[in-house]
């Protein structure tokens, strides 16, 4: 063979050259200079891909704290067992645990809601799912009654699909927006500005009680960090999925991983702190407009996330801990935390206040809430026997419970939910946390079943003219790279 060929790809792979990405890397360098094919031999095995990484043959380790006391119960823990099995012989992982309000949110081997997954030097986007830094905020008010406060909250935010409406756009700070602006994935930008100031729909509430060691009105708003996190997701399980076929083909999809050594693994994890940082400050300004509507003064404001990932450094490395719904009371976990943590059961029950130190059952984790037993679907069939509105009459007695597009969704009722008594009784039981106060309820706002006045067509329409915006956005986000780059070169 000449040394001064010029090889293409197919030489490369008759050389034994694996399929990929490395064929064009070792083309470059192959091509830019003469090269024999014993030299090209050598860069092959230096550049040949590690061996695949197989599952674990027995699941890693993990502590279940949640009991069952009825069929419905033992038929969700034996559920949630079989997908964490499954879940625990991700090569990358090396521990999980389950907590009390845990159910499964997926197929076999997907993490059950409830659970938490230790990883060694690599996040997993699966188990953080697209409701990234899914969260909780309180806001005690020193002189404020209760019905102001839901009023004014009602006024002060939004439920329901896409962003505010213009008037009533809340504007990102500036520190904030030249943060987003950075990031590697410029699609982000124009969600993080449309959604800021939302809650989207769901389990995502406004909740409003009285505290109950002073009688203090206190707000407490959960949600996540809507398409900002749910577009940063999607990019998270593309760079997953490459390294998967890469390093583990026989891992399930859903639990791939990015390893924190690269630099998509560095990347990724500074874009979720700063969707952290986001998702903070989307709570913290319902919280201020509704103060400012309410006319009422603020004497204490803490939040926690349940739907995230901790890096903890230890010395074999840095060790993840995906939490899918479950509440950090770590404190070395969270850089901004007072020691209390927010723990909802359901609209008719308290919210929880709650404190606790790492041990051998909760491995720095408590519950997020009640959980489910069963799916929306399930429920709504089992419901089907009385009317919504008979329902909702019936389990919100005295309460002023609303939905924010008016339409009850019953599968958001207390009824669709863990019994609340005994998730507070596991927690005691496997001293996850204790509970230092609690808010009794007052009334609550969810977004309700906004589908319901929506039809199909409409829905597929808004579907369309979502991804022509962000197809517009695309190209707009493109052509400000290129102006940028061709103001640099001149």
Known sequence: MDNDKRYTGKDLLDMGCKPGPVVGKLLDIVNSRPHTPAQIQVLIAAHAPPETLKLHAKAAPCQYNISADNEIEESNVAAVRATMDAVLKTPCVIEGAVMPDA???????????????????????????????????????DDAKPEDILNAAHKATHFGPGGREPHRAIALPEALAEAVDKLEYTDLRDIARNHMGTQGDGNHFVYVGTLESSGKTVLVTHHG???????????????????????????????????????EGRDYWNALQLVREWTRYNHDALHELTAVT???????????????????????????????????????????????????????????????ERNANNRGFAPHGAGRNMSRTKHKKRMAARTNEEIFATETAGLDVRFYSSNIDISELPSAYKNADSVVEDMAKFNLADVVDR???????????????????????????????????????????LDSSIDDES
Request: a positive charge; proline letters at 7%.
């Open 103 to 141: 159910c499964p949110a997926g197929p076999i081997g997907t993490i059950p809601v409830g659970g938490v997954v230790a990883a060694q030097d690599a996040i997993i986007p699966g188990m953080h799912s697209a409701d990234i830094c899914c969260s909780l905020m309180a806001t005690i008010f």
């Open 225 to 263: 960090s809507r398409g900002f996190g749910a577009r940063l997701y999607k990019h998270g399980k593309k760079i997953a999925e490459r390294f998967r076929k890469e390093l583990s083909p026989e891992t399930a999809p859903q639990n791939s991983w990015i390893p924190y050594a690269s630099d």
């Open 294 to 356: 309410a006319g009422a003064d603020v004497t204490h404001r803490f939040w926690n996330e349940h739907n995230f990932v901790f890096r903890e450094e230890t010395e074999s490395g840095n060790v993840f801990w995906h939490a899918k719904g479950a509440t950090p009371i770590h404190n070395d976990f969270m850089p901004d935390t007072d020691g209390v943590q927010i723990v909802p059961l359901n609209m008719a029950e308290p919210v929880l206040f709650v404190k606790g």
């Open 439 to 481: 808010v009794m309820p007052y009334g609550s706002i969810m977004a309700g079943d906004w589908q319901r006045d929506v039809s199909w067509k409409d829905l597929r329409a808004a579907k369309r003219n979502a991804k022509k915006q962000r197809n517009r956005s695309d190209r707009r986000n493109a052509k400000q790279q």
